[in-house]
């Protein structure tokens, strides 16, 4: 797989006089970090929208004087505290048998904490995509804007949701980059995958974890952000609009 195949399938939707829209969700910022420094100054230099879902149990008010005046940065809120509280293979922050008014109250508490930040928008990663049976109803009731977790996660209640599709990075055997060949094939599919069913406006999602990459993965998230932001017939969206315009 290789750029030359992605270009031909971009041809295809600017055929069809369609362009896909992309979206950036960065994971598990805590407190300010010489990695975060570097992340924004990449999200800056290519002015491509960024949202940082930051787990709310670290240093907000010294992330919030990190972000500034950052209009281009979205803060959403990341679990609770990022703790798994499950046993077994999969890991969730909410044991299954927890009711909806145990969720919503730690989802409340975890928000009190994120708002202080400008840019912090009532909107809900849930650590490892995990999807407890009560949590979309819980995040309607707490007055979430929407939420959003992992492409391939089961369909869950109502409310807004816009998923991440292409991760920079692979996890089993240790975190390194998933490799250029791979993260392309990646997204040829989610644009065949979006053609193919006529779903030309739904986004896709950039997924990066700051504090895991290796150099080649910051060397490629460059190069990436260089090829696409700007570029005709592919379109950057900001996680808030793109939620509001899944609503309608
Ligand atoms: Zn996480």
């Given amino acids: 797989m290789s750029w030359f195949a992605l270009g ?5 939707w600017r055929r069809a006089g369609q362009t896909p829209v992309l979206w950036w969700r960065d994971d598990d910022a805590r407190t300010p970090s010489p990695e975060l420094d570097r992340l924004l100054d990449l999200a800056a230099r290519h002015g491509a929208p960024l949202t940082l879902a930051v787990i709310p149990d670290g240093d907000i008010p010294a992330l919030a004087a990190r972000l500034g005046g950052r209009t281009d940065v979205c803060v959403a809120q990341h679990g609770i505290d990022h703790q798994n509280r499950r046993t077994g293979p999969a890991a969730g922050e909410f044991p299954p048998e927890w009711r909806r008014i145990r969720v919503a109250t730690l989802l409340r508490a975890g928000w009190s904490r994120l708002a202080a ?24 009731d707490c007055g979430y804007a929407g939420w959003s977790a992992w492409g391939e996660a ?9 998923d991440a599709h292409l991760d920079l990075m692979r996890w089993r055997g240790g975190a390194r980059f998933r490799g250029e060949g791979r993260f ?3 997204f040829r599919k989610q644009l065949a995958a979006r053609r193919r069913s006529g779903d030309w406006s739904a986004p896709i999602g950039l997924l990066t974890h700051h504090l895991a990459h290796d150099a080649p993965a910051w060397s490629f998230l460059d190069r990436f952000l260089a090829w696409s932001v700007g570029r005709g017939g592919l379109a950057w969206g900001a996680l808030p609009e793109l939620l509001s315009a899944a609503e309608h």
Avoid: T
């Avoid at 930040?117 to 309607?140: C, G, K, M, T, Y």
């Avoid at 089961?154 to 816009?162: E, S």
């Fill in 8 to 12: 031909l399938e971009l041809r295809r």
């Fill in 117 to 140: 930040a400008p840019q912090a928008s009532r909107i809900f990663v849930p650590p490892w995509n995990d999807i407890h049976p009560e949590l979309a109803q819980a995040l309607v």
């Fill in 154 to 162: 089961p369909v869950a209640g109502r409310a807004p949701r816009v």
């Fill in 184 to 186: 392309l094939a990646d």
